[in-house]
């Protein structure tokens, strides 16, 4: 919820897009990956994003805000950004294609909004610092489909659920 | 006084599962060697090698944010060695102003390989380490420790 309250500078293109919070950062003991999962306010929709394991350590970090004792990479886009007087105002998962999802960051420069392309586990971890939710399409959710989320139980055994306890 | 490096090489440290930068000066008679992790050494080599990845990295990224900003990055410094660990600067300038923002080395070699700015290291902090702890590393790394990293 308190990432809901703090999107008061967000720019509302588009009324289809549907904010999404991160809910937890999974590790995948058996890959080298974590898994990032979105929630819709109501709990209704659930969108999982495999992340590499920097990626996925820098999002559980901002989720949990955790200062790292040295700044992780995306701490410092944060810092470069702040210094320059840029901001981050929106961020949305765009597409999805043969399981590789795409994104992209809204900035605000100089009063002028420009647009970037991410890989949606840099995006989530900037939203995050940012203090902003995650959007995406409803073109995402709906070709997240069964295909996706079948692939996602088979990965998740009940073996490996002890296996994540550390 | 400053010192500009230039990057010799990464090697693989069996030892600390870790890989280590080397840095260089120019007439070669200084080694900087810095332990970095392996997102941080592949995001070094990506650039070093001059290889396109099918999606952004977070460096490929950072470099884009600042170049939408409209910032130039004019370098990368290594300013401190404390309790084993390097501290560096990455500097930028955009309109009329410098900025000189805290970072890791690796981040700010990483950055300054895409951004192909130059790297430089404050000379105190060449005479505060000296490569003896390389040199010792490389003395006891046996040939088979090679072996074991070739896949």
Same mark, same amino acid.
């Given at each position: 919820? %308190?990432?809901?309250? &703090? ?10 897009? *549907? ?10 003991? &058996? ?9 819709? =306010? ?6 999982? *994003? ?7 350590? +820098? ?19 944060? +810092? ?18 043969? &399981? ?9 420069? &100089?009063?002028? =909004? ?6 949606? +586990? ?6 995050? #610092? ?13 070709? #997240?489909?069964? %295909?996706?989320? =079948? ?16 | ?8 090489? @990464?090697?693989? !440290? ?14 070669? /008679? !200084? ?7 392996? /997102?941080?050494? /592949?995001?070094?080599?990506? $650039? ?22 409209? $910032? ?23 309109? !009329?102003?410098?900025? /000189? ?24 902090? @060449? ?13 006891? @790394? ?10």
């Amino acid at each position: 919820m %308190e990432e809901l309250e &703090n999107t008061g500078g967000i720019v509302e293109h588009d009324a289809t897009l *549907i904010p999404l919070i991160v809910h937890g950062v999974l590790v995948d003991p &058996n890959t080298d990956t974590q898994i990032v999962i979105l929630r819709d =306010e109501t709990n209704t929709e659930v969108l999982p *994003i495999w992340v590499g394991a920097t990626e996925g350590t +820098s999002i559980r970090l901002a989720l949990e805000g955790i200062i790292p004792p040295r700044p992780m990479s995306h701490d410092l886009i944060t +810092s470069f950004m702040d210094h320059l007087g840029t901001t981050v105002k929106q961020v949305v998962v765009t597409d999805v294609k043969n &399981n590789t999802y795409y994104a992209t960051i809204h900035l605000s420069v &100089n009063g002028m =909004e420009r647009t970037v392309d991410a890989r949606p +586990s840099d995006a989530i971890a900037l939203a995050l #610092r940012a203090k902003i939710p995650v959007c995406v399409t409803q073109e995402i959710l709906k070709q #997240r489909g069964d %295909e996706n989320r =079948e692939a996602w139980l088979a990965k998740l055994e009940p073996k490996q659920f002890g296996q994540s306890e550390a | 006084m400053m010192t500009q490096m230039t990057i010799r090489g @990464l090697l693989f !440290d069996p030892y600390n599962n870790a890989y280590i930068i080397i840095l260089r000066d120019e007439d070669n /008679s !200084d080694m900087l060697p810095i332990w970095v992790d392996r /997102s941080e050494a /592949s995001a070094i080599s990506f $650039a070093m090698e001059n290889l396109a990845p099918p999606r952004p990295m977070t460096h490929d990224l950072m470099k884009t944010i600042l170049d939408t900003i409209g $910032a130039k990055i004019l370098s990368a410094v290594v300013t401190d060695l404390k309790d084993n660990t390097y501290l560096a600067k990455i500097h930028l300038l955009y309109g !009329d102003s410098e900025y /000189s923002i805290d970072s890791r080395p690796s981040d700010a070699i990483a950055l300054a390989l895409r951004a192909e700015a130059p790297v430089f290291t404050k000379e105190e902090v @060449l005479h505060k380490q000296n490569s003896e702890e390389v040199a010792r590393w490389l003395e006891d @790394l046996k040939p088979e420790d090679f072996g074991t990293y070739e896949a």
